[in-house]
């Protein structure tokens, strides 16, 4: 299983919110290249960016820090956050970004996930399926789609994606633990490459996912608070 170490950026920093909520907000590094540099030297081959200025605007509002930051440590990134047309994906594969996740419009505009997977390859492209209650959440949590996840992911796979990001809202950054069960349902539903976000908050969790031979997994807060090291969710992962 890989693991995915986490930036958020806001204003040219790394953050965390609690729950998606922008007013629970807390900083952690005013130069967040130093944090990917630190991920690169605990033996990180991917890093998980978001764009919480661009989640909000529909724009690649951060994008000279995400370049800044794949410059300085050479790991692997994906990036998401408002990615709700294709000259904006075009613009982070241009710039060398390996894989463009896409959120709200995945849910909202038609054909766009399929339109997406057909221009720029399958390898390129990753779903972000946020789920509260069962349903898909839109707009950076902050409204429900109505939309069954389950139902929703199996449009995604029938659409040709091969890489879902998902996310248990309530438990993201709540330092709850990982939503085990959830994983568990989704693994045994699909053929996807599942990376599971949110809640990861001990090696105990790492390895759990690892054991249901999920794809990858985030971690963010649980680092941020120094509950887990990344060379120690590397090592927990290789089961």
Same mark, same amino acid.
């Given at each position: 299983?890989?693991?995915?170490?986490?930036?958020?950026?806001?204003?040219?920093?790394?953050?965390?919110?609690?729950?998606?909520?922008?007013?629970?907000?807390?900083?952690?590094?005013?130069?967040?290249?130093?944090?990917?540099?630190?991920?690169?030297?605990?033996? /990180?081959?991917?890093?998980? =960016?978001? &764009?919480?200025?661009? @989640?909000?605007? $529909?724009?690649?509002?951060?994008?000279? %820090?995400?370049?800044?930051?794949?410059?300085?440590?050479?790991?692997?990134?994906?990036?998401?956050?408002?990615?709700?047309?294709?000259?904006?994906?075009?613009?982070?594969?241009?710039?060398?970004?390996?894989?463009?996740?896409?959120?709200?419009?995945?849910?909202?505009?038609?054909?766009?996930?399929?339109?997406?997977?057909?221009?720029?390859?399958?390898?390129?492209? /990753?779903?972000?399926?946020? =789920?509260? &209650?069962?349903?898909? @959440?839109?707009? $950076?949590?902050?409204?429900?789609?109505? %939309?069954?996840?389950?139902?929703?992911?199996?449009?995604?796979?029938?659409?040709?994606?091969?890489?879902?990001?998902?996310?248990?809202?309530?438990?993201?950054?709540?330092?709850?633990?990982?939503?085990?069960?959830?994983?568990?349902?989704?693994?045994?539903?699909?053929?996807?490459?599942?990376?599971?976000?949110?809640?990861?908050?001990?090696?105990?969790?790492?390895? /759990?996912?690892?054991?249901?031979?999920?794809?990858?997994?985030?971690?963010?807060?649980?680092?941020?608070?120094?509950?887990?090291?990344?060379?120690?969710?590397?090592?927990?992962?290789?089961?």
């Amino acid at each position: 299983m890989i693991i995915f170490p986490a930036i958020d950026i806001f204003g040219g920093q790394a953050v965390r919110l609690l729950r998606g909520n922008y007013d629970d907000m807390t900083i952690y590094d005013t130069h967040p290249e130093n944090t990917a540099i630190h991920f690169r030297d605990e033996g /990180a081959q991917w890093l998980h =960016i978001v &764009d919480l200025e661009g @989640a909000r605007s $529909g724009d690649t509002v951060n994008l000279p %820090v995400i370049m800044r930051i794949r410059e300085s440590c050479g790991l692997k990134c994906e990036v998401g956050g408002g990615v709700r047309t294709p000259s904006v994906i075009e613009r982070y594969v241009n710039a060398g970004i390996d894989r463009v996740i896409l959120g709200t419009a995945a849910v909202t505009q038609k054909d766009f996930v399929r339109d997406a997977v057909r221009s720029f390859g399958s390898e390129k492209i /990753a779903v972000g399926v946020d =789920i509260r &209650d069962g349903l898909v @959440a839109v707009k $950076g949590w902050r409204e429900s789609s109505g %939309v069954d996840a389950m139902t929703f992911c199996a449009k995604m796979q029938d659409e040709g994606v091969n890489v879902i990001i998902c996310t248990d809202i309530s438990r993201d950054g709540a330092m709850q633990g990982t939503n085990r069960e959830l994983y568990r349902t989704l693994r045994e539903k699909f053929s996807m490459n599942i990376i599971a976000s949110g809640g990861v908050s001990s090696l105990d969790d790492v390895k /759990a996912l690892a054991e249901l031979n999920i794809y990858g997994a985030i971690i963010g807060k649980a680092y941020y608070t120094g509950a887990v090291k990344i060379h120690e969710a590397i090592e927990a992962a290789k089961l």
